[in-house]
């Protein structure tokens, strides 16, 4: 049986970098479960770009987690470019706003100031002058900051394999975590569909699977507020001329009326590097069509076909704020996961078990997790290392008194001195 210090459950943007993290410490055994082969993520972790922005409206920990992320996908482009590898983070800058006095503008102001954060405040007739693709109601104001921009998951995940693999980390695929147990030594017993190990730590990173594995350690309160949802993105050819939609100039963007009706988008990213991918606009509804589902990939991204709803949800932002795009075609489109948390705050989880100082969790991010991931990833690999997380953790732990109701009796996968129902 091999014995690790740590076991990282999930290939995801957060467990491939915390497994690279984690990998660096001389001498530390290091392994990642992965449950579906090696290749394109059957998790959130895919689909070319995710958008990076500190500028926040709902979560206000986040922005200096962004922050530290940013730090840490500067220095990857740097580390990318010593291997000849293309960028895994774009800087396109960003654009957030609605009606100015809706929840997010005025959030997304409050945070740039909160956080000392360089940006302008634009009208519509600003907006336009910068980027003349966009429509923008003449009521609508929008938060401008240059620090913003665009994670490649893919490329970020082959590079962490490759890094992780080189320091001795052993990655394994098809590998599905099942169960764990206490051992009397104090190390914990993993069984997998491939045979068991033993850890010191485990960091369980598994995405919109999370929820299922924290029912089966009894974290009820938790999985009632972490659901699987499918969400939807569609490219859509902009226009023969495209200059105006490409990153060089046109910013990530978030608009809307407010945190329930708004759209995230991309620009097109042509001829960076080697690989002229994403060929149309990016775009998808924030809140899509409200659907759950089980988390099988097979039944979400594969299996349940795109349909015209889907394309019409994309649609009623595109044809408003991208009017010239209204009859251009829809290249390319997915449906997908991501986890819908509905606490109060909506705020991830992240931190220890809390029966289990042995056992970190990060999930729950609500379809944000992209640009947090850097520094989650950084936050999970200190704690599983006995190191201060180096950031205050209390509005994301999973013992946050908002999760308490309503919830269920906790049961625990292994006995401890008490269960207190909460
Ligand atoms: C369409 C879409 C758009 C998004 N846009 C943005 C954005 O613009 N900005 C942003 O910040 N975020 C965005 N997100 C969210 C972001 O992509 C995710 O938060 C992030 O990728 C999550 O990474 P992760 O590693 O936590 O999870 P995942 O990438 O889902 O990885 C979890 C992994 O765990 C594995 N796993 C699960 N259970 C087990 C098990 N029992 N055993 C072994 N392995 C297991 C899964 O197979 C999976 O590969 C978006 C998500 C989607 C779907």
């Not at 029912?215 to 939807?232: A, F, H, K, Q, W």
């Given at each position: 049986m091999q014995n690790y210090d740590c076991i990282v459950i999930g290939g995801g943007l957060v467990g491939s970098q915390a497994v690279y993290r984690l990998s660096q410490t001389p001498g530390y055994k290091v392994a990642m479960l992965e449950q579906?082969?090696?290749?394109?993520?059957?998790?959130?972790?895919?689909?070319?770009t995710r958008i990076v922005r500190a500028?926040?409206?709902?979560?206000?920990?986040y922005t200096p987690m962004v922050l530290r992320s940013l730090e840490i996908y500067h220095a990857l482009n740097a580390e990318c470019a010593a291997y000849g590898i293309d960028p895994v983070?774009?800087?396109t800058g960003g654009l957030y706003g609605g009606p100015a006095d809706s929840d997010i503008f005025k959030g997304a102001q409050e945070s740039v100031i909160r956080h000392n954060i360089p940006h302008d405040i634009l009208d519509a007739a600003a907006v336009k002058k910068r980027f003349p693709v966009l429509n923008i109601p003449d009521d609508y104001k929008l938060v401008h900051d240059k620090q913003s921009g665009i994670l490649v998951p893919e490329r970020m995940l082959e590079f962490h394999y490759m890094l992780a693999r080189q320091n001795g980390a052993d990655l394994h695929f098809e590998t599905r975590f099942k169960d764990i147990s206490s051992l009397p030594d104090g190390r914990l017993l993993v069984t997998t569909n491939k045979g068991q190990f033993t850890t010191k730590k485990l960091i369980i990173a598994?995405?919109?699977w999370s929820g299922k594995l924290l029912e089966d350690m009894g974290l009820r309160c938790v999985i009632d507020n972490s659901t699987p949802e499918r969400g939807y993105v569609a490219w859509i050819?902009?226009?023969?001329?495209d200059a105006d939609y490409r990153w060089e100039n046109l910013p990530v963007l978030t608009i809307g009326k407010n945190y329930a009706d708004n759209f995230y988008g991309f620009p097109v990213i042509k001829n960076a590097g080697s690989s002229p991918f994403t060929p149309g606009i990016k775009i998808g509804a924030t809140?899509?069509?409200?659907e759950f589902f089980d988390p099988d990939p097979l039944a979400l991204r594969l299996g349940i076909p795109t349909d015209d709803a889907d394309e019409a949800r994309v649609r009623k932002y595109t044809d408003k704020?991208?009017?010239?795009?209204?009859?251009?075609?829809?290249?390319k489109d997915a449906a997908c996961v991501w986890t819908d948390n509905d606490s109060p705050s909506e705020a991830m989880f992240l931190g220890t078990f809390p029966d289990d100082k042995r056992i970190i969790i990060a999930c729950?991010?609500?379809?944000?997790g992209a640009r947090l991931s850097g520094a989650v990833a950084e936050i999970v690999s200190r704690l599983a290392q006995?190191?201060?997380?180096?950031?205050?953790l209390s509005s994301l732990?999973?013992?946050?008194?908002?999760?308490?109701?309503?919830?269920?009796t906790r049961h625990v996968y292994f006995p401890v001195e008490s269960i207190e129902p909460c």
């Amino acid at each position: 049986m091999q014995n690790y210090d740590c076991i990282v459950i999930g290939g995801g943007l957060v467990g491939s970098q915390a497994v690279y993290r984690l990998s660096q410490t001389p001498g530390y055994k290091v392994a990642m479960l992965e449950q579906y082969p090696e290749g394109p993520s059957m998790g959130a972790s895919f689909g070319e770009t995710r958008i990076v922005r500190a500028v926040e409206w709902e979560v206000d920990i986040y922005t200096p987690m962004v922050l530290r992320s940013l730090e840490i996908y500067h220095a990857l482009n740097a580390e990318c470019a010593a291997y000849g590898i293309d960028p895994v983070f774009y800087e396109t800058g960003g654009l957030y706003g609605g009606p100015a006095d809706s929840d997010i503008f005025k959030g997304a102001q409050e945070s740039v100031i909160r956080h000392n954060i360089p940006h302008d405040i634009l009208d519509a007739a600003a907006v336009k002058k910068r980027f003349p693709v966009l429509n923008i109601p003449d009521d609508y104001k929008l938060v401008h900051d240059k620090q913003s921009g665009i994670l490649v998951p893919e490329r970020m995940l082959e590079f962490h394999y490759m890094l992780a693999r080189q320091n001795g980390a052993d990655l394994h695929f098809e590998t599905r975590f099942k169960d764990i147990s206490s051992l009397p030594d104090g190390r914990l017993l993993v069984t997998t569909n491939k045979g068991q190990f033993t850890t010191k730590k485990l960091i369980i990173a598994a995405g919109a699977w999370s929820g299922k594995l924290l029912e089966d350690m009894g974290l009820r309160c938790v999985i009632d507020n972490s659901t699987p949802e499918r969400g939807y993105v569609a490219w859509i050819d902009p226009a023969d001329d495209d200059a105006d939609y490409r990153w060089e100039n046109l910013p990530v963007l978030t608009i809307g009326k407010n945190y329930a009706d708004n759209f995230y988008g991309f620009p097109v990213i042509k001829n960076a590097g080697s690989s002229p991918f994403t060929p149309g606009i990016k775009i998808g509804a924030t809140r899509h069509k409200g659907e759950f589902f089980d988390p099988d990939p097979l039944a979400l991204r594969l299996g349940i076909p795109t349909d015209d709803a889907d394309e019409a949800r994309v649609r009623k932002y595109t044809d408003k704020y991208f009017p010239a795009t209204k009859s251009r075609p829809v290249i390319k489109d997915a449906a997908c996961v991501w986890t819908d948390n509905d606490s109060p705050s909506e705020a991830m989880f992240l931190g220890t078990f809390p029966d289990d100082k042995r056992i970190i969790i990060a999930c729950g991010d609500n379809g944000e997790g992209a640009r947090l991931s850097g520094a989650v990833a950084e936050i999970v690999s200190r704690l599983a290392q006995d190191k201060p997380a180096n950031f205050d953790l209390s509005s994301l732990s999973l013992e946050r008194k908002e999760l308490q109701t309503p919830c269920h009796t906790r049961h625990v996968y292994f006995p401890v001195e008490s269960i207190e129902p909460c």
